[in-house]
């Protein structure tokens, strides 16, 4: 019996490759401890895009995507600051803040962010519309070894985990790319029509690790 228990420990504790169309990631309460860790292949960004769906009652802060380096905690970030009433994207530590979002609770958003290096502008689209674009880091790409966290904002490499920042509420729809998607392709995202899943991240064969309590559910709140 105790050997059982053991298997079935082990492997739920196991990264997965699945493809998760229709289904979330269920947070059911605040702690420091519960988080989805996604894995890739890819160690080398010179530029990315991120999309996301969210649903959350959460009127404090919280963390949306954290990406950390070993030499930088908050390499890719998207937090959402409660005080400011703002999103922020953190490329390397530095923070680009984005404003007069209608920001609802208990409703689903969905969030597209580029970055690119070259450049150094971060650009987020929030729900369909595009926001400005702003500066946050340039120059030299960023690289590996990446830890990806939803649920949680790092603050280290794969901690420093502060419940009072941690995510409630459902994810879905992950994706990341390795190049900045054109408005074309981040309005099909955002609409739900065909698009070119992530080559860095992709919902569709996602690869992952749960840690405490963290469901898939599927993603249907509504009757039809």
């Known amino acids: 019996m105790t050997i059982f228990l053991l298997v079935v420990m082990l492997a739920s504790c196991a990264a997965l490759r699945k493809d998760l169309s229709g289904k979330m990631f269920t947070f059911p309460q605040q702690t420091s401890t519960a988080y989805v860790k996604l894995t890739t292949s890819i160690q080398n960004l010179s530029a990315l895009t991120v999309c996301h769906r969210s649903f959350t009652d959460l009127k404090r802060d919280h963390a949306l995507f954290s990406l950390a380096t070993s030499t930088s905690s908050n390499a890719f970030l998207i937090f959402w600051d409660s005080t400011h009433n703002e999103m922020e ?31 150094g502008l971060v650009q987020l689209w929030f729900n369909g519309q595009p926001l400005v674009r702003k500066f946050s880091s340039s120059g030299s790409s960023t690289q590996g070894p990446f830890m990806i966290i939803l649920g949680q904002e790092q603050d280290s490499h794969g901690g420093g985990f502060d419940h009072k920042q941690s995510f409630v509420g459902m994810i879905s729809d992950v994706h990341m790319w390795d190049y900045t998607l054109s408005a074309c392709e981040i309005h099909n995202y955002m609409d739900d029509l065909n698009f070119t899943p992530g080559n860095v991240l992709n919902w569709r064969a996602l690869e992952y690790q749960i840690f405490e309590r963290v469901l898939v559910e599927k993603e249907e709140l509504t009757c039809h």
Do not use: P, Q
């Open 89 to 119: 994207v953190h490329v390397r530590d530095r923070a680009a803040e984005f404003s007069g979002l209608d920001y609802k609770l208990n409703m689903w958003h969905s969030i597209c962010t580029t970055w690119d290096s070259a450049s």
